[in-house]
């Protein structure tokens, strides 16, 4: 039997930023420059380096950026306020709320905060809905970057059987409704669901999203079918590992992405690209 295909998030990634640098400099020549502002509460080390990685691609593609580390103890209030003041400015396109929130800030009050035209997480309620509703809206950049992963690795969505494993808002719900909306049918499965091995043996396109280290074996996969593996789970030995156990996997899927280099670089160049079409349309250019 041939091995599985890679699909290098990493490459498809770098192909994405190339016409994304180009772009930019277009741009530039009518005075506008993306800019994305950050906020990070509190001292979450893995939100630290999720904040320094997305610094890093605005100083690589040309954006302006803005980073706001404020401490755990700061008010509901000041959140919100600074986004307010984010909302109202110019050279400020995009605004993304680093999560998870320190507890005594109510993670919705402060998404709803956000203008729906610099909400490039795509989780503000207006374009959760028209993304439901299939109208244009800034898309969340995990489940965006998965749909990119599989068009550019010239597999055909259309007529599919998808499955996916996991019903969180920021990735298994969207992410069924963009493959919806590429023609695939869509199954969901989740922790109360009976007979899931079952179920997810019968897709095309296997999509996990659960949080839960190498728990996908290769019993639940179809020979040949597509796996994309949204996981990233840190084991004890600090290893990262996504929710499917790749090595078992690989030996009877199709083309699997991995942990790490599979899906975490596109998380980041799609929040790249939501940026620059904020920029276009705050212009009036898109």
């Known amino acids: 039997m041939t091995a599985a295909t890679i699909i290098s998030g990493k490459q498809i990634s770098e192909e994405i930023r190339k016409g994304i640098a180009l772009e930019v400099e277009q741009l530039s020549k009518q005075n506008v420059r993306p800019g994305l502002a950050v906020v990070l509460v509190g001292d979450d080390p893995a939100s630290h380096v999720y904040v320094r990685n997305k610094e890093k691609a605005c100083q690589d593609l040309g954006y302006y950026s803005e980073v706001h580390r404020l401490s755990a103890d700061s008010s509901q209030e000041e959140v919100l306020a600074l986004v307010d003041k984010l909302n109202a400015q110019d050279s400020i396109h995009g605004i993304l ?18 203008s729906v035209e610099k909400d490039v997480d795509g989780f503000h309620p207006v374009n959760v809905g028209n993304l439901v509703i299939g109208d244009d809206s800034l898309l969340p950049c995990t489940p965006a970057g998965v749909i990119e992963m599989i068009k550019r690795t010239g597999i055909e969505i259309a007529g599919k059987h998808a499955v996916v494993i996991g019903r969180s808002n920021i990735v298994g719900k969207p992410v069924s409704l ?75 899927s199709g083309p699997i992405t991995p942990v790490p280099g599979g899906v975490g670089p596109m998380t980041i160049t799609m929040l790249m690209q939501n940026t620059l079409l904020a920029a276009k349309r705050l212009n009036g250019l898109a």
């Open 178 to 252: 963009l493959l919806q909306r590429e023609n695939a049918t869509v199954t969901m499965c989740h922790s109360r669901t009976a007979n899931m091995a079952e179920i997810a043996r019968q897709a095309d396109i296997l999509v996990v999203a659960i949080g839960r280290a190498n728990m996908i074996d290769a019993s639940y996969v179809k020979p040949g079918a597509v796996v994309i593996d949204v996981g990233m789970n840190r084991l004890e030995n600090g290893k990262l590992a996504g929710d499917v156990d790749f090595e078992s996997v690989k030996q009877v």
């Open 97 to 114: 709320v680093q999560l998870p929130l320190p507890k005594h800030i109510h993670e919705k009050a402060v998404i709803d905060a956000i």
